[in-house]
Nanobody, 123 residues
Framework: QVQLVESGGGLVHPGGSLRLSCVAT????????VGWYRQAPGKERELVAV?????????????SYADFARGRFEISRDNVKKIVYLQMNSLKPDDTAVYFC???????????WGQGTQVTVSS
């Protein structure tokens, strides 16, 4: 059974930091591109950052970021532990949303979503 379980969300003051984690089970994690998306109330789900797949122990991948995330957020992955991280710094109230983990493999035509973790940035 495939599971993506996010954690690390919470309430943080503007300017603060959070580190989100997403643990994957039941998939060959290394072959998937992994991304973080977010959805704020009343808005469409949007891409935050993506890191592509590489080798079994090669955690580098190629990263890409939404304009709002570039320079403040950093995505990384650990293929051995099957975890993807999203380090978020200099958080703003506009970053308030539910953050979702996504894994996608065009190679095998599979895509999965986590249940989401709430991030609230407020003073």
């Amino acid at each position: 059974q495939v599971q993506l379980v996010e954690s690390g969300g919470g309430l943080v003051h503007p300017g603060g930091s959070l580190r989100l984690s997403c643990v994957a089970t039941g998939i060959a994690f290394r072959i998937y591109n992994v991304g973080w998306y977010r959805q704020a109330p009343g808005k469409e789900r949007e891409l935050v950052a993506v890191i592509t797949s590489r080798g079994v122990t090669d955690n580098s991948g190629t990263t890409s970021y939404a304009d709002f995330a570039r320079g403040r957020f950093e995505i990384s992955r650990d293929n051995v532990k099957k975890i993807v991280y999203l380090q978020m710094n200099s958080l703003k109230p506009d970053d308030t949303a539910v953050y979702f983990c996504n894994v996608k493999s065009a190679q095998i035509g599979k895509e999965y979503w986590g249940q989401g973790t709430q991030v609230t940035v407020s003073s």
